[in-house]
């Protein structure tokens, strides 16, 4: 029997930080969904909007060889829906969210994966931008 695991990330700025979550993602199942937050989603959340358009990361994210398939993630009050929609196995998230998906257990097996140490999408935007 095929599992199905899905994950989210806003995926900006893509860096082998996001590679390695997206690789330990896929290892724990058989097919990978992956919800890339929208712009608004993204500007809600973090105060930006992305340096890099929701289509441009959908199709970077969609040409990775672990990722089966993606979808523009409008909302993070419907994961239910989303984990529900796609059938998934298995929820993964960042160890920064540690406990705040635990509801989903019910759902599905929630993994917290940690983060890559010392790297970060907003760390490397303000590197570039000269602001640290």
């Known amino acids: 029997m095929s599992r199905t695991v899905i994950t989210f990330g806003t995926f900006d700025v893509f860096h082998v930080g996001h590679l390695r979550v997206i690789e330990r993602a896929a290892a724990l199942g058989d097919r990978l969904v992956v919800g890339v937050s929208a712009d608004a989603l993204n500007e809600r959340k973090k105060g930006r ?47 920064d969210w540690a406990g705040r998906f635990d509801e989903f257990k019910e759902l599905c097996e929630v993994v917290y994966l940690p983060r890559t140490p010392a790297i970060s999408t907003t760390a490397l935007i303000e590197k570039i931008s000269g602001t640290v």
């Open 49 to 95: 909007v992305p340096v890099f358009s929701q289509a441009e990361r959908l199709a970077i994210v969609a040409a990775l060889k672990p990722v089966d398939e993606v979808f523009v993630e409008e909302s993070l009050e419907l994961k239910r829906d989303y984990i529900q929609q796609f059938g998934a196995d298995v929820l993964v998230m960042g160890d």
